[in-house]
Nanobody
Framework: QVQLVESGGGLVQAGGSLRLSCAASGRTFSDYAMAWFRQAPGKKREFVSAISWSGRRTYYADSVKGRFTLSRDNAENTVYLQMSGLKPEDTAVYYC??????????????????WGQGTQVTVSS
């Protein structure tokens, strides 16, 4: 079965950087789009970023555009979310997800079939 394991979360000061990783297993990684979502306490899960199967196309929420960069290494079955210029409002549990499609142009959580357990990101002011 598909498994996604996130890592790299932690506590950082505002303006700092973190890199999240998501290691995938259970199927041919390079055939499918990958994405990150996040959920803050008391809020709905929201789209952060997605990447197509080849890595050629990336998509970002307006709230993170210009600060976050999503990439993938198909040889390592891993996606990376580089986060810089972090703000307190970026505080959330970040979830890695994948769907049964090559394309990442869907920003809704219901479109994604498989999810990791999440990693906490806390940004202090």
């Amino acid at each position: 079965q598909v498994q996604l394991v996130e890592s790299g979360g932690g506590l950082v000061q505002a303006g700092g950087s973190l890199r999240l990783s998501c290691a995938a297993s259970g199927r041919t990684f390079s055939d499918y789009a990958m994405a990150w979502f996040r959920q803050a306490p008391g809020k709905k899960r929201e789209f952060v970023s997605a990447i197509s199967w080849s890595g050629r196309r990336t998509y970002y929420a307006d709230s993170v555009k210009g600060r976050f960069t999503l990439s993938r290494d198909n040889a390592e079955n891993t996606v990376y979310l580089q986060m810089s210029g972090l703000k307190p409002e970026d505080t959330a549990v970040y979830y890695c997800a994948t769907r049964d499609s090559r394309y990442g142009n869907n920003y809704t959580a219901v479109a994604y079939n498989y999810w990791g357990q999440g990693t906490q990101v806390t940004v202090s002011s």
